[in-house]
């Protein structure tokens, strides 16, 4: 008690000058209407200014809970844009199959609609991967086309996906033919243009002219006879060579590819058997 007196006392200058200074001031804006004004509009300055922080750091406290309840709208909302997604995604795939038209002579194919997840482009050799796999029948060798035209060959299967060798891959080469003609050449993809692919090993005595299309041969059980692959763009054919060698342009359009159909064979398994059958006989 004795040392706070002690403060008191030391510093009671300090204290009768802050009495008389407010003291001062209370009369000088209470008594003067200018000084009065001036005194409201300062006091409302700061108050506002004080208001503004405060409302400011609470705000600032604040955003965590808010950015909460944002996530959780989020959330809803995309699981109910992907619930959406896969609704109209049926509906397109019930429409892309209902819409397909299918020759009598292809009865001996079934086809499986798949979604495309995984798709390249511009590299030098382009797989593409599917959503359909083993559980859904998907095996290697499977032709695969769109509403276009051929997109690839099935080569690896996992139990939900599937990867395909794409059209614009080297690797891959298609028995192909004029439509309308018997002479049969092979398809591959010169790695220049993803729209353009090279007929090559086509006969010196086929008919063709600009704008013909290219079908499949039928020659496998991987696509039936007859699937479109594209127009021709132009030929040429070397003096000392017996085939010619055309550009093709491709119906599929690879930068797009969305929805495929996986063609199974029926009769594949029994033409492996025969075929199986027929080189033991030539062997022998």
């Known amino acids: 008690m004795s040392e706070l007196l002690k403060f008191f006392v030391k510093y009671s200058s300090w204290f009768l000058f802050a009495a008389y200074l407010v003291a001062g001031c209370a009369l000088l804006f209470s008594r003067n209407p200018y000084q009065h004004h001036v005194y409201l509009s300062s006091a409302n300055s700061i108050a506002s200014a004080v208001y503004k922080t405060t409302n400011n750091v609470t705000s600032y406290f604040s955003l965590r809970d808010i950015n ?45 609609i798949a979604h495309v997840i995984n798709n390249s482009i511009n590299h030098s050799h382009n797989y593409i991967t599917i959503e359909k796999g083993r559980l859904d029948g998907v095996e290697p060798e499977m032709g695969v086309m769109d509403q276009n035209g051929i997109v690839g060959i099935v080569n690896v299967v996992g139990d939900h996906t599937a990867r395909l060798i794409s059209v614009l891959n080297p690797y891959l080469r298609l028995s192909c033919k004029v439509k309308g003609e018997d002479q049969v050449g092979s398809l591959v993809w010169d790695g220049r243009d993803p729209g353009e692919a090279i007929l090559e090993e086509l006969p010196k005595h086929a008919k063709f002219v600009k704008g013909d299309t290219i079908v499949t041969s039928g020659y496998s059980s991987v696509f ?32 797009t590819l969305s929805t495929v159909r996986v063609i199974r064979d029926k009769m594949k398994d029994e033409l492996k058997t025969v075929e199986k059958e027929l080189e033991i006989k030539n062997v022998n």
């Open 68 to 112: 909460e309840d944002l996530q959780h709208r989020n959330s809803d909302l995309e699981l109910e844009i992907y619930k959406l997604k896969e609704v109209i995604r049926g509906y397109q795939q019930q429409i892309y199959a209902d819409t397909m038209t299918v020759d009598s002579a292809l009865t001996r194919y079934q086809f499986l």
């Open 224 to 255: 039936p006879e007859g699937v479109p692959v594209g127009t021709i763009l132009s030929g040429s054919r070397d003096r000392e060579d017996n085939f010619y060698t055309l550009r093709i342009k491709l119906f599929t359009d690879f930068s």
